[in-house]
């Protein structure tokens, strides 16, 4: 995408940003880039102390730059990273490469608020951002989606239940005919215990998730569905939809990722395999959908999906 947030039909690959290199979303989308070397071309990437992977990411991408941000790892960095590829020290750095003209999209994977800067300066240059940190839009929503909206930058979401719903609404005026958007949970390892049962769950329960593998922070706020809870918000603000006509629904195979009820009382749902790097593939070659490494659904296997009400009692989180 140029700057200005209209697709390019050049034959050239998309340039990315991917800031949180190293963290789960960071490592999936170097593996979409990887198989689609056409398309993608990761012109730098960011992360905070795992100078190791970082490294072994340069090696393998090639980036013009490495930007990281702990302050005690930059001369560990210098002495690892390869010769020939720029290092930036930390955030005003990051912000002004995520900012330059030769950037067409940003991929915003760094867990919690921290990821909150450079989505800004990214979106302040008109960048389109690929947004896996929902934190962002739950700290900063109706900033930042006005400040996308100024700049003529697109807000792709890259959580799976976010994708979903985007993938759903593309229509054109397809938002103004919703009655409810309704995301999906997997309801996390403790889905069926009662309030009184959580009282004795170990930090080693909580994270085993059952279907996703995640980073820690999310793998715990998947277990008290706090992480449900901020994906509402995030919804609310994606969307630009009141919370009445936002719901949540568990489903354990985590396969539907969201569902759309129009307002004439038709249903559509997006399906995948849970595998993180269709909603990123779909992010970054956007508005293409193009033959990818995500797993697919065995139809050969195919017998029942299940769904049930979230325990309101049990899980506090939804409410709040």
Not at 106 to 115: D, E, L, Y
Not at 273 to 302: C, F, H, K, N, S
């Amino acid at each position: 995408m140029t700057a200005s947030g209209h697709s390019h039909h050049s034959s050239a690959p998309r340039r990315i940003a991917l800031v949180g290199a190293t963290g789960t979303i960071g490592v999936n989308c170097l593996d979409v880039a990887a198989h689609l070397p056409g398309r993608v071309k990761v012109a730098g990437i960011s992360g905070h102390s795992n100078i190791d992977r970082l490294t072994e990411q340069a090696r393998r991408f090639q980036p013009d730059w490495v930007a990281v941000s702990d302050p005690d790892r930059l001369e560990e960095a210098k002495a690892k990273i390869p010769s020939g590829i720029r290092i930036l020290a930390g955030g005003n750095a990051l912000a002004r490469a995520v900012s330059a003209p030769d950037i067409d999209m940003v991929v915003c994977a760094i867990v919690g608020a921290a990821g909150l800067e450079s989505t800004w300066a990214a979106l302040e240059a008109g960048k389109d951002i690929a947004l896996a940190n929902k934190e962002t839009l739950v700290v900063g929503g109706s900033l930042v989606t006005s400040l996308a909206k100024q700049r003529g930058a697109k807000l792709l979401p890259v959580d799976s239940e976010h994708s979903a719903l985007f993938q759903l609404l593309q229509e054109p005026g397809a938002l103004g005919r919703v009655e409810r958007l309704v995301l999906t949970g997997s309801g996390g390892p403790f889905r069926g215990k009662s309030q009184r049962d959580l009282l004795a769950v170990t930090i080693e329960q909580a994270l085993n998730h059952p279907t996703w593998k995640m980073g820690p922070k999310i793998t715990i706020d998947s277990a008290t569905l706090m992480n449900k809870a901020l994906e509402v918000i995030e919804a609310r603000w994606l969307f630009d939809m009141g919370p009445e006509k936002l719901g949540v629904i568990i489903h354990p195979e985590s396969v539907v990722h969201s569902f759309v009820e129009f307002v004439d009382g038709s249903v559509v749902a997006q399906a995948s395999p849970p595998d993180m790097r269709l909603p990123i593939q779909y992010a970054l070659t956007y508005p293409d959908r193009v033959p990818g490494p995500t797993r697919r659904l065995r139809w050969d296997e195919l017998k029942s999906w299940n769904f049930e009400q979230p325990d309101r009692q049990a899980f506090p989180a939804l409410d709040l």
